[in-house]
């Protein structure tokens, strides 16, 4: 799995925002202020969201009203995990990605992993 490119994680974000199903021109009138694009642009890379598998679409008379498949928290989990896969040495890129973060994220990792361990058990 890569990231999102530019336009993708924009229309992602308008999407996780709504918690609600999107038509194309939804997004497109959400993004117009601060991007000039095409509504034919939109539609295409909200397409191929939907064929790689992150947007599921519904027919609603002529259109389709688009829904994220997984939370924008499943998809930063997804990231996080493929680059650990990445690394030779997981203890080391840890320690490394551990170093970057504020006491607040620090504490949250370490609540995070409180639960996990007690989902565990």
């Known amino acids: ?3 999102f490119g530019e336009l993708e994680s924009k229309i992602m974000a308008r999407v996780w925002a709504a918690n609600r199903p999107l ?9 117009r202020p601060e991007r000039d694009v095409a509504y034919t642009t ?3 890379v909200m397409d191929n969201l939907y064929r790689k598998g992150w947007l599921s ?25 493929e680059a650990l896969s990445a690394s030779t040495d997981a203890a080391t890129t840890l320690t490394h990605f ?15 992993l ?5 989902k565990r058990t």
């Not at 027919?59 to 995990?81: I, K, N, P, W």
């Not at 006491?103 to 609540?111: A, G, M, N, P, T």
Request: positive net charge; charged residues 40%; aromatic residues 4%.
């Open 23 to 31: 038509a194309v021109r939804d997004v497109l009138e959400d993004l």
């Open 114 to 118: 409180r639960r996990a361990s007690r």
């Open 57 to 81: 679409r519904e027919r609603e008379g002529r259109a389709y009203l688009y829904t994220a498949v997984a939370s924008r928290e499943e998809y930063s989990a997804d990231l996080m995990r």
């Open 42 to 44: 939109v539609m295409t």
């Open 98 to 112: 551990m170093g970057q973060l504020s006491l607040d994220e620090s504490d949250q990792v370490r609540k995070a």
């Open 1 to 3: 799995m890569r990231g």
